[in-house]
């Protein structure tokens, strides 16, 4: 069905023709035309970009080299704004550098005024914290500031920031009731393949959010358990894993804690849910992460760098006290990381409700994860040897900050380093079309809150040869 949703009803596929290629070490290249190709070909025009829609294929391949080029910048630059959508999360939501109380409702500062009445206290203590900026998340914050030259030292920078910070929370409130406004809509649609393929696209104008949380990794470890009561993953099958998009917890939107450091969850919790669910064994597992976020990237790099000289990495797991978690969330919860590090102490801010678990992650476990920057709408591995390619993809809360051309794009280009058989798990439902050689195979359905709040992942194999 979403076939033919978003499909020409004459498509004429042509046959991409594999070409030969020196082996050399795997970099990140651009996608080639040919493989655009067999998506321009089949897609329903109107879901083309503008300059690629109006082209004929001669000239479309002709502009292809400078379109991807310039779709690139566009991409890298829709983290600066997410970036400003999280020093806003860090103004709201922060416990560390203020006593003031939190805003957890966007709606209650919605005007200048009420900002001003409800923040004054939180945006004076957030400015005096940016003076000499005391742990990773507090630099973060002082380095967007520094980015729109903003100098947090002097008096007039104290200004600058409140003003700067009034004008991202405007900007937000904004997105935010037209983001309501559009879900309202969507669930109005009667065609239940549009409803899919919009919310499948919600977050496409979005600035590139680094957010991430425990939830989706249940979701995942969930995924892999069936795939593997199915038959479809094997024991230790599972050697080569790309992880797209880890993301980095720099104070995530749904519930921003700040009690703990910046971090990075998933990589981690992929290995552990691989090597409890005996799809991997430790010593013989990789993570490859791409992210094109240089933060994402760099937070990576320097774990390794302190595990190359004996020092774990420390995660926190929390669960909220505002939701009543699933019973199966919260088992998932107590038991996450037991395979792959050791439990370490964990205080959440007294009153909060928070459940807090820490887990010290061992050094080789850090130094089995490899981050490397990668743009997967545009770039893929290549020249990648069949050994090297990989068993597991994961992507989850990605693919929806991109429209259906993107994500196809993105699809084949996942495509290209799979191996043949090798399992895509998104929970972002694709298009599969004609000519990519990746075929939803199975979902999963899991729930997290009691109020049957949750998520869908797919599994999508690499069919055939291409
Ligand atoms: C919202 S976070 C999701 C993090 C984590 N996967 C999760 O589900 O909690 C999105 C992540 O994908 C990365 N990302 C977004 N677009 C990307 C792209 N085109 N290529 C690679 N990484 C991308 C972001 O930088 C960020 O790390």
Do not use: C
């Not at 009445?117 to 500031?145: C, H, K, N, Y």
Request: aromatic share 6%; net charge neutral.
């Amino acid at each position: 069905m979403i076939r033919s949703f978003f499909l020409l009803s004459s498509a004429s596929l042509l046959l991409t023709i594999g070409v030969l290629r020196a082996q050399a070490p795997a970099a990140p290249a651009n996608i080639p035309y040919a493989d655009a190709r067999s998506i321009l070909d089949v897609l329903r025009s109107d879901l083309l970009p503008p300059e690629l829609r109006a082209a004929t294929p001669v000239e479309r391949q002709a502009i292809w080299p400078d379109w991807v080029a310039r779709r690139d910048g566009d991409i890298r630059a829709r983290l600066a704004r997410a970036d400003e959508d999280s020093l806003l999360n860090l103004l709201l939501l922060g416990t560390t550098f203020t006593r003031h109380p939190r805003v957890t409702d966007l709606a209650a500062v919605r005007t200048r005024e009420a900002a001003l009445e409800r923040l004054a206290g939180r945006l004076d203590d957030l400015a005096d914290a940016l003076t000499s900026p005391r742990d990773e998340r507090l630099r973060f914050a002082r380095d967007v500031i520094l980015g729109r030259g903003i100098d947090a030292t002097s008096a007039q920078g104290k200004l600058q920031i409140r003003e700067y910070l009034l004008g991202i929370l405007e900007r937000v409130a904004g997105e935010t009731e037209g983001f309501a406004r559009t879900a309202a809509a969507m669930s109005q649609l009667d065609d239940p393949v549009a409803r899919l393929a919009l919310s499948a696209t919600n977050y496409r104008d979005r600035g590139l959010s680094s957010d991430t949380s425990l939830v989706p990794n249940f979701a995942v470890d969930r995924a892999l358990d069936d795939l593997h009561a199915a038959g479809r993953l094997r024991p230790r099958s599972i050697r080569r894993v790309a992880l797209i998009g880890p993301g980095l917890d720099v104070i995530d939107r749904r519930d921003g804690y700040d009690f703990y450091p910046v971090q990075t969850i998933q990589p981690f919790a992929l290995v552990d849910s691989l090597v409890r669910l005996g799809l991997a064994v430790p010593d013989g597992l990789q993570i490859a992460t791409f992210d094109v976020s240089a933060r994402v990237n760099g937070h990576l790099e320097a774990a390794r760098e302190r595990a190359r000289s004996g020092r774990g990495y420390l995660v926190h797991v929390a669960l909220g006290g505002r939701e009543r978690w699933s019973t199966e969330l919260t088992a998932y919860w107590a038991r996450v990381g037991m395979r792959v590090g050791d439990a370490a102490a964990a205080a959440p801010p007294a009153g909060s409700g928070v459940r807090v678990r820490a887990i010290q992650v061992r050094p080789a476990v850090v130094l089995s994860v490899v981050p490397q920057d990668l743009n997967i709408v545009l770039q893929r591995l290549d020249p990648l040897a069949p050994a090297e390619r990989f068993d597991l993809v994961v992507a989850t809360n990605v693919f929806i900050y991109y429209d259906v051309f993107e994500q196809s794009l993105a699809l084949a280009n996942v495509a290209r380093m799979l191996r043949p058989g090798g399992l895509l798990l998104s929970n972002t439902l694709l298009t599969e079309l004609p000519g990519l050689p990746m075929a939803r195979v199975a979902h999963t359905d899991v729930v997290y809150t009691d109020t049957a709040v949750g998520d869908r992942v797919m599994a999508y194999e690499r069919t055939g040869s291409w």
